[in-house]
Nanobody
Framework: EVQLVESGGGLVQAGGSLRLSCVAS????????IGWFRQAPGKEREGVSC????????YYADSVKDRVSISSNNAENTVYLQMNSLKPEDTGVYYC??????????????????WGQGTQVTVSS
């Protein structure tokens, strides 16, 4: 059974940092890309970052690229999302997902097949 489990969310003040974790199981980790997405209240889900496990290629949304870093521990089937200088607009539910996105659509929700349950991130002003 494919499973993705996020953790690390919480309440943080603006300017603070959080590290989210995504632990994957039930599939060959190296064969896929792991993406992070977020959904703010009343808004559509949007792609934040993605890492191709096989070669380590990383991708970031323009809105976060100077504040966010994605990494993986392949031995533990885990992907991390380090978020710094958090802003209130970063508030939302953060999801990780596994898929095989095309290089031109690495942050497109439709390119991912398996999703975690999400972890809440709340940034207070």
């Amino acid at each position: 059974e494919v499973q993705l489990v996020e953790s690390g969310g919480g309440l943080v003040q603006a300017g603070g940092s959080l590290r989210l974790s995504c632990v994957a199981s039930g599939f060959t980790f190296d064969d896929y890309a792991i993406g992070w997405f977020r959904q703010a209240p009343g808004k559509e889900r949007e792609g934040v970052s993605c890492i191709a496990i096989s070669d380590g290629s990383k991708y970031y949304a323009d809105s976060v690229k100077d504040r966010v870093s994605i990494s993986s521990n392949n031995a533990e089937n885990t992907v991390y999302l380090q978020m710094n200088s958090l802003k209130p607009e970063d508030t939302g539910v953060y999801y990780c997902a596994a898929g095989s996105p095309s290089v031109t659509a690495v942050l497109a929700e439709s390119e991912y097949d398996a999703w975690g349950q999400g972890t809440q991130v709340t940034v207070s002003s």
